[in-house]
């Protein structure tokens, strides 16, 4: 069955501490992305990478990290340094080329504790 | 200015009923269009391609105006199903591609 995963489907962080969120997809997709989502905003991108060994910063991408040593794989690491990090995460892969269509794992729900 | 905008509703409307959301994108080098649809608490899925004649799917129509630079989707008799956010999505083309996604307009079907 192909698709995009995301776990955990929820994950608490206290102050101070890195927290890892993973994306898995096994569509063999190029392209990978992402995405914070606040009540009432659009999703902004965080990263997003084209290629492996490769990514770019996307609109937010202070106080967040990630790494793609894999195609299928590409965690995003929600560091000390973002102030606010509750939000819904969505992780994101598509076919690279203009006018390809983005694909959406489940997504993970962030909570500051 | 937003480079996508939509109005965030909520549209309430009966079962039955068409409605029509618009989409409004200020970048004229915009590429490719997008509707998808988003359910509460869950992750965004496409719902339809926009082309530059119009295309349907079923009970949905969507259209794309480039001269007024706004795409349009119409829900044909609304079923309570239908019920959720609908996100446009622009591609623009400053640099590399970009995935530009309005707020959504939440629409819910009533019985």
């Known amino acids: 069955d192909g698709g995009i995963t995301q776990s955990p489907k929820y994950l608490f962080r206290k102050e101070g501490q890195n927290v890892t969120l993973s994306c898995e997809q096994n569509?063999?997709?190029?392209?990978m992305y992402w995405y914070r989502q606040d009540p009432g905003q659009g999703l902004r991108l965080i990263y997003y990478?084209?290629?492996?060994?490769?990514?770019q910063k996307g609109d937010i991408a202070e106080g967040y990290s990630v790494s793609r040593e894999k195609k299928e794989s590409f965690p995003l690491t929600v560091t000390s340094a973002q102030k606010n990090p509750t939000a819904f995460y969505l992780c994101?892969?598509?076919?690279?080329?203009?006018?390809?269509?983005?694909?959406f794992g489940p997504g993970t729900r962030l909570l500051v504790l | 200015r937003k480079e996508v905008e939509q109005d965030p509703g909520p549209f309430n409307v009966p079962e039955g009923a068409t409605v029509a959301f618009n989409c409004t994108y200020s970048?004229?080098?915009?590429?490719?269009f997008f509707w998808y649809r988003q359910d509460c608490r869950k992750e965004p899925k496409l719902l339809m391609s926009?082309?530059?004649s119009g295309n349907e799917d079923g009970r949905f129509t969507a259209q794309l105006n480039r001269a007024s630079q706004y795409i349009s989707l119409l829900i044909r008799d609304s079923k309570l199903s239908d019920s959720a956010t609908y996100l446009c999505?622009?591609?623009?083309?400053?640099?590399?591609?970009?995935?530009?996604f309005g707020t959504g307009t939440r629409l819910k079907v009533l019985a």
């Open positions: 999505v622009v591609i623009s083309t400053s640099g590399t591609y970009k995935y530009i």
């Open positions: 569509l063999n997709h190029d392209a």
């Open positions: 926009v082309y530059s």
């Open positions: 994101a892969s598509s076919m690279t080329g203009v006018g390809e269509t983005q694909y």
């Open positions: 990478s084209q290629i492996v060994n490769d990514f």
């Open positions: 970048n004229s080098a915009s590429q490719s």
